[in-house]
């Protein structure tokens, strides 16, 4: 079991930037892949950035290409979400899945571990 903890929420004016830790304990192994997800009120929850399976490569949703950075400290099983030029659509509850396999599509999937979720709000 997995055990995983998001953190860096917060409050934050349109523009501004914040920065999301996600921590791993438990069993984890170096094909665990780690990820980001969002879920804004009434909406389902949808897939942010994550890093290949297996691979090195980050990869994004296009509505925060070029303004979210994934970035990972492998010695501490610790995976970041730099949030820069937020907007308030990004306003939402950030959750960090992990799986042994990809996590793009981590929603749904029984053998994915979730976070409890961090809040960020990005006022207008």
């Known amino acids: 079991q997995v055990h995983l903890v998001e953190s860096g929420g917060g409050l934050v004016q349109a523009g501004g930037s914040l920065r999301l830790s996600c921590a791993a304990s438990?069993?984890?192994?170096?094909?665990?892949?780690l990820g980001w997800f969002r879920q804004a009120p009434g909406k389902e929850r949808e897939f942010v950035a994550a890093?290949?399976?297996?691979?090195?490569?980050?990869y994004y949703a296009a509505s925060v290409k070029g303004r979210f950075t994934i970035s990972r400290d492998t010695a501490k099983n610790t995976v970041y979400l730099q949030m820069n030029s937020l907007k308030p659509e990004d306003t939402a509850v950030y959750y960090c899945?992990?799986?042994?396999?990809?996590?793009?599509?981590?929603?749904?999937?029984?053998?994915?571990?979730w976070g409890q979720g961090t809040q960020v709000t990005v006022s207008s």
């Open positions: 890093f290949t399976w297996g691979g090195n490569s980050p």
């Open positions: 899945a992990g799986r042994f396999g990809s996590v793009r599509n981590a929603v749904g999937l029984e053998d994915a571990d």
């Open positions: 438990g069993r984890t192994f170096s094909n665990y892949t």
